[in-house]
């Protein structure tokens, strides 16, 4: 096997660095989400629903018997400071839940449909063309109001919703896999079915799964704010980013700020998880970058 050229070895990561450089910024936004909903109860004002009714709807910057709104407060006068800080942790942890149920469960359908093949290929695979001829958002919003709202059956209609789409890539990604060498000298060598699949071929694409979840982050963040703005995901008073939209709807000509806050946290959040996204399905997959430019 030859060898790579030095200058093509020392090329590579300098087009790296070059890639990640725009999206840089992004993922400072991303980690600063991130520290906000982990560091919620020390750096949160005040209590998210102490409500205070003698400071409802004032603008920011209203300082009212020694409470300072530095965003405004709501309709109750909360702190809508603080309520965008807790609500930051209710989004996040319904898209890391969410993603991460979906994609165990659709990576280990997936990958048994591609290897096995036969009638399992066909069950896992027609239940995914069901599922992905449903609106995704009918869907969840169908199961929300069959199983009732609240953040555990959010997370758990997300994940039923977004299964198939890892489902997809993990089924594709194994049948260029499975014919290998190394895997079909694991299956002479004796190895079993669940070695092959996690040990051999899992490792293998986990590339492409990662590049998935990472779109499908951005795409969780909007299901649990779409379900928690028509009433259906995170139930008052716990602070949720939709349902302050949700509110912030009928204040719009006099209170903008209720609504204005939490749609540009959820704007911010979303574009820099999608470029994120792009950016790894850049230098993961090479293809597709050079696919783009032509």
């Not at 704007?267 to 597709?288: A, H, M, Q, T, Y």
Request: proline letters at 7%; one cysteine or more; charged letters at 15%.
């Amino acid at each position: 096997m030859n060898a790579m050229p030095p200058k093509i070895a020392a090329e590579r990561p300098a087009r790296k660095r070059r890639r990640l450089a725009p999206v840089l910024p992004f993922v400072l936004v991303f980690l600063v989400f991130v520290l906000v909903a982990l560091l919620a109860p020390v750096i949160a004002p005040y209590e998210p629903n102490v409500q205070n009714l003698l400071g409802r709807l004032k603008p920011p910057g209203t300082v009212i018997r020694g409470i300072t709104y530095a965003l405004g407060s709501d309709e109750l006068g909360r702190d809508l400071l603080s309520r965008l800080i807790y609500g930051a942790r209710m989004s996040l942890a319904a898209a890391v839940l969410s993603v991460m149920l979906s994609g165990a469960v659709g990576s280990v359908l997936g990958m048994a449909a591609g290897y096995a093949r036969g009638w399992v290929e066909v069950v896992v695979m027609r239940i995914v063309d069901i599922f992905l001829s449903v609106p995704a958002v009918l869907l969840a919003i169908i199961t929300v109001a069959v199983l009732g709202p609240g953040f555990i059956n959010v997370v758990l209609v997300l994940a039923l919703t977004r299964w198939p789409r890892y489902a997809r890539v993990a089924y594709g990604q194994t049948l260029s896999v499975a014919n290998m060498p190394y895997v079909r000298l694991a299956r002479f060598m004796g190895a079993g079915r669940l070695r092959i699949l996690f040990v051999h071929i899992l490792p293998n694409i986990v590339g492409p799964l990662t590049v998935v979840a990472t779109l499908e982050f951005g795409l969780m963040v909007l299901f649990e704010a779409s379900l928690s703005f028509l009433g259906l995901g995170v139930q008052p008073p716990t602070a949720s980013w939709g349902a302050m939209l949700s509110v912030g709807r009928n204040y719009v000509s006099s209170a903008w700020w209720i609504a204005t806050f939490p749609g540009v946290c959820l704007f911010l959040l979303v574009l820099s998880v999608n470029l994120i996204g792009d950016s790894l399905r850049d230098i993961l997959d090479p293809k597709s970058r050079t696919r783009r430019t032509r």
